[in-house]
């Protein structure tokens, strides 16, 4: 037997030149099955060498979108043709089955409707509620405006008290710790406010020994106007005030020694008075400490005074 010319390109040597392959046309598959009875069955007929293989239109196909498969069982063949490859055709792109996806999934945003929501009345409640709150913030900020206005115009400051001179005109203790003692002081208020009156409606001063109080006086209600120095007669007596052992003897040292020691504190309701309508009231706080010589003729010889607000 002679040997055949091989034809197929994908099996010839690397030195000889494929010939011309011809597309063959694929006849259209069947999507009828073959009869059940195997006598009705035509025998494969041999391939002629040149031709290339197709599954017999017989064949049954599937017709889902896969890959069509074939037989897979032995297939008779001629025996020159048996070392051919069968040939696959071409797979088919799947394309997704819109049919799948439930319509209402489809549609489930094209169908929506856009709800523009309701106004509601505003309740008369809410509107007051609103309207306080713009007036009480209105307020505050005339207020502050009022605040800032009056300070850069009048720049107000706080009176200052001051002892200018001090008499002890007798201190002595009875029986070894009952004290007498006679003070009399002379009290500087002066208002530095270039504008504007300060009034006094309560003073009264303090008299202490090493922390103990000793006497108390109250001074008349007065006034001082911008720029002015008020001064006060201020006479404070004590009388069989007890005294410890230990503060006994300390002012029997201080008189022995010519320097006595006394602390005046001060209480004050001061309103200062910037206009017809500018007027506010405050708490004034003075602390002084002042040194005495002997009696009965002691004078001021040392002071020191502190006005808080």
Known sequence: MSRQRETNPY???????????????????????????????????PHSPGDSYFPSPTMPVSTRHSQPQLPSGPQPHTGHNSHLPTPVPPPRHQQPHSGSRPHSQHHRHSSGLVRVPTRRKTRPFAWLVAGFCALFWVMVIVAGLAILIIYLVFRPRNPKFDITSATLNAAYLDMGYLLNADLTILANFTNPNKKGRVDFHYAILDLYHGGHLLASSYMDPFSTMSHESRFQDVHLVSSQVRLSLEQSQQLKKEVDNGRVKFEVKGLF?????????????????????????????????????????
């Open 269 to 309: 309701r001061a309103r200062s008075n910037l206009g017809s309508f500018l007027q506010y009231s405050y708490w004034l706080y003075t602390q002084c400490t002042i040194v005495v010589t002997s009696p009965p003729t002691g004078v001021l010889i040392g002071r020191k005074c502190t006005t808080k607000r």
């Open 11 to 45: 099996f010839l040597p690397p030195h000889v030149p494929p010939l011309e392959q011809h597309e063959p046309q694929h006849p259209p598959f069947s999507t009828q099955f073959p009869p059940s009875n195997a006598k009705n069955q035509t025998p494969h007929e």
